[in-house]
């Protein structure tokens, strides 16, 4: 079973960085696909960046690509987005997210698993 928490969250200047974690309490998260959405206040759930089983392959959301960046360690259960050069419009509930099969990659209906989210805040 895929128990997912994510952590890391908080608020920064326009420009900083932040990494989000996320762990995962289950047995198999070598075995999924996993993803970083996020949801700003009162806009839909997007999809920020995802990576394969292995690492090997990821997307990314024209809006972070180049300043994000997905990764994970399967032997610490970890997943992370590390976020360089964020911008206002950044703000927003960060979730993760698990899948063992992706059909579309950014999608949220491809995601089986899903934490609690982590608020990341971006004043100018």
């Known amino acids: 079973q895929v128990q997912l928490v994510e952590s890391g969250g908080g608020s920064v200047q326009a420009g900083g960085s932040l990494r989000l974690s996320c762990a995962d309490s289950?047995?198999?998260?070598?075995?999924?696909?996993m993803a970083w959405f996020r949801q700003a206040p009162g806009k839909e759930r997007e999809g920020v960046a995802c990576i394969s089983s292995g690492g090997s392959h990821t997307v990314y959301a024209d809006s972070v690509r180049g300043r994000f960046t997905i990764s994970r360690d399967n032997a610490k259960k970890t997943l992370y987005l590390q976020m360089n050069s964020l911008k206002v419009e950044d703000t927003a509930m960060y979730y993760c997210?698990?899948?063992?099969?992706?059909?579309?990659?950014?999608?949220?209906?491809?995601?089986?698993?899903w934490g609690q989210g982590a608020q990341v805040t971006v004043s100018s």
């Open positions: 289950g047995y198999v998260f070598s075995d999924y696909w």
């Open positions: 997210a698990a899948t063992r099969y992706v059909g579309d990659f950014l999608a949220s209906r491809s995601y089986a698993y």
